[in-house]
């Protein structure tokens, strides 16, 4: 749950940045938070306390914020926002 709800607040935490280095730092922790999320819904699925139907739903959704969120840092590695 904590690192399920981090994506979203590091995400607005870097909308409001200080700066491009300031919103790099935040994607980043933001990408490292969906990763982590990933991790903790394959280990709820595999102990089977989530049905598997509902967390393969919520695993691609998971997969596509990822893929959002390293297509954003790959941009700002780029630009040189790093």
Do not use: H, P
Request: proline share 0%.
């Amino acid at each position: 749950m904590r690192s399920g709800t981090s994506i979203g607040a590091n995400v607005e935490e870097a909308i409001g940045g200080q700066n491009r280095k300031d919103f790099t730092a935040k994607i980043c922790i933001a990408y490292k938070e969906a990763r982590e999320t990933m991790c903790w819904l394959e280990l709820l699925e595999e102990s089977f306390i989530l049905e598997a139907q509902f967390a393969d739903s919520i695993k691609k959704d998971c997969k596509e914020i990822c893929r959002i969120i390293g297509k954003i840092q790959i941009t700002c590695n780029k630009r040189g926002d790093v």
